[in-house]
């Protein structure tokens, strides 16, 4: 069970640091409760297409598995929006009530928090503030 349990968590934090490194800053800030994953999916679209040239074709395969036409970083990023507004997620930040002033802390910190490392390509305060506009 411990082994289970070791792999999922090292299976979650490969999937989404990059995520996870602006998210839970950000939820808090909008949820109060930092109610985890309110916010994922809108920052997920974004992340795919600065992922791209590290992930490659993977998107694309991910994409017919979540039923796309075509594949690649557009239709991925359609289809895990399309996902969250299914199940009554936000589909952008603004959706979700973040506030763009928040904006260049929360890049500054995210490119400074641990789980970033574990995202296919690094992201520097500026990609980071690229990925929240993008997300927005």
């Given amino acids: 069970a411990l082994a289970g349990a070791l792999n999922a968590g090292l299976g979650m934090e490969k999937g989404v640091g990059g995520v996870d490194a602006v998210a839970h800053r950000l939820e808090r800030r909008v949820a109060g409760d930092g109610r985890g994953g ?51 997620l936000p589909a952008t930040l603004g959706d979700g009530g973040a506030d763009r002033s928040w904006f260049d802390a929360l890049a500054e910190a995210a490119a ?18 690229g990925v929240l506009e993008a997300a927005w």
């Avoid at 992922?51 to 239709?75: C, D, Q």
């Avoid at 574990?118 to 500026?126: D, I, K, V, Y």
Wanted: hydrophobic share 55%.
């Fill in 38 to 88: 309110l916010l994922h999916a809108p920052l997920m679209a974004a992340l795919v297409p600065f992922n791209m040239p590290a992930v490659g074709e993977r998107y694309g395969a991910l994409a017919g598995a979540m039923g796309a036409a075509s594949g690649g970083a557009a239709a991925l990023a359609e289809r895990l929006r399309a996902l969250a507004a299914a199940v009554g």
């Fill in 112 to 129: 400074d928090d641990p789980a970033a490392t574990a995202n296919p390509r690094r992201l520097s305060a500026r990609d980071y503030h």
